[in-house]
């Protein structure tokens, strides 16, 4: 009995620490270029990855009113912000005039149409937000929105900031 116990301790800590890493997908910007997700940097400094679609509301809200404080917490912590749409193939032609409209500040703005991004990271409903530390490892993750999560979003940024 405890071996088996030891061996599912074993497991479970495997587990955790292989998904700590961003799974290797390769997707495409909203330009048309070509990155693969688990090359995602930012000079060492967090990272915020966003999943959304054109026609989920909450996740309109979200990055709206990230957008609104994005400018201050870049030159606070240099986080970046990736947004990435699970809009389908028939509807990834609305991700482009969407992040306009909005006037949204991404630099970049990925396109995970056929699900292999979020099926890799068991993403089950959006918007589903992680934040990476400096070197890439999946350290916070957080699925819905309610106004004002953004707060919690940004006290997670700054804490991997101090360390």
Known sequence: MKSFFLACCLLLGVSTTAMAQMPAVTLKTIEGKTIKTDTLRNDGKPIIIDFFATWCKPCNRELSAIAEVYEDWQKETGVKLVAISIDQ???IHKVAPLVSENEWPWETVLLDPNGDLKRALGIQM???TLILDGNGKIVYKHNGYTD??????????RELVKK
């Open 89 to 91: 193939a028939q509807n």
């Open 126 to 128: 959006i918007p589903y």
């Open 148 to 157: 004002g999560a953004e707060e919690e979003l940004i006290e997670k940024v």
